[in-house]
């Protein structure tokens, strides 16, 4: 195929085998103290519930690599607040993770995750893998303006992979497999770096 050849085939724009395109509380009964004492247990319980954070939770504070500690912070629900991380998220120690839409982590070392979202960007660099867990609900989240791009291998089997609507995939390799995920009409998967194998995986429904 020449550089001015394109071939359209199930909405897939082909050109030189290098980009594919794909669409996207009433208490009675208590006295003073134990309803002050109520009061207290409710009001940490409702910071925690309003803020939408679990204990550990942990989400980016800069951009980095993620087996750096100094690019995450964890939330604490004893205080109510962020803290310094001490070790780096995974599927094992913390129940979600999420990647602020300012910021890109790099992943340079195997990691394991589970109820993942991405604001921000996820690279994947060559010869690493991600592998999302497969956990309760969805494992990994891809949201508007969120990206994710895979130079090595993402291993989903078994788990839920959400592409929302705005959010964008980049396969920037040759050959390799795109993860298999619910992709939103309006999400875009982008195959960037193919130069002679087309990668597996291109033949799921893209919405």
């Given at each position: 195929?020449?550089?001015?050849?394109?071939?359209?085939?199930?909405?897939?724009?082909?050109?030189?085998?290098?980009?594919?395109?794909?669409?996207?509380?009433?208490?009675?009964?208590?006295?003073?103290?134990?309803?002050?004492?109520?009061?207290?247990?409710?009001?940490?319980?409702?910071?925690?519930?309003?803020?939408?954070?679990?204990?550990?939770?942990?989400?980016a504070k800069q951009s980095g690599n993620w087996n750096?500690?100094?690019?995450?912070?964890?939330?604490?629900?004893?205080?109510?607040?962020?803290?310094?991380?001490?070790?780096?998220?995974?599927?094992?120690?913390?129940?979600?993770?999420?990647?602020?839409?300012?910021?890109?982590?790099?992943?340079?070392?195997?990691?394991?995750?589970?109820?993942?979202?991405?604001?921000?960007?996820?690279?994947?660099?060559?010869?690493?893998?991600?592998?999302v867990a497969n956990g309760g609900g969805t494992d990994l989240t891809?949201?508007?303006?969120?990206?994710?791009?895979?130079?090595?291998?993402?291993?989903?089997?078994?788990?839920?992979?959400?592409?929302?609507?705005?959010?964008?995939?980049?396969?920037?390799?040759?050959?390799?497999?795109?993860?298999?995920?619910?992709?939103?009409?309006?999400?875009?998967?982008?195959?960037?770096?193919?130069?002679?194998?087309?990668?597996?995986?291109?033949?799921?429904?893209?919405?």
């Amino acid at each position: 195929m020449n550089s001015t050849e394109q071939n359209k085939c199930g909405g897939i724009t082909m050109q030189q085998y290098n980009l594919f395109v794909l669409p996207k509380l009433v208490v009675r009964n208590f006295s003073f103290f134990k309803k002050l004492s109520l009061s207290i247990v409710l009001s940490v319980l409702l910071i925690g519930f309003a803020q939408g954070q679990a204990d550990n939770s942990y989400r980016a504070k800069q951009s980095g690599n993620w087996n750096n500690t100094n690019t995450w912070e964890r939330y604490n629900l004893a205080t109510t607040a962020w803290v310094a991380a001490v070790a780096t998220p995974s599927n094992t120690n913390s129940p979600s993770i999420n990647i602020p839409a300012a910021y890109t982590v790099t992943v340079t070392a195997n990691v394991n995750i589970d109820q993942a979202t991405i604001d921000g960007i996820v690279a994947v660099n060559s010869g690493i893998t991600l592998t999302v867990a497969n956990g309760g609900g969805t494992d990994l989240t891809v949201n508007s303006g969120g990206t994710l791009l895979n130079a090595g291998t993402i291993a989903t089997a078994g788990a839920t992979v959400t592409m929302n609507a705005g959010s964008t995939y980049e396969h920037t390799q040759n050959g390799g497999t795109i993860p298999t995920a619910a992709w939103n009409a309006t999400a875009t998967c982008l195959v960037s770096g193919v130069t002679t194998t087309v990668p597996a995986g291109i033949n799921q429904n893209f919405g």
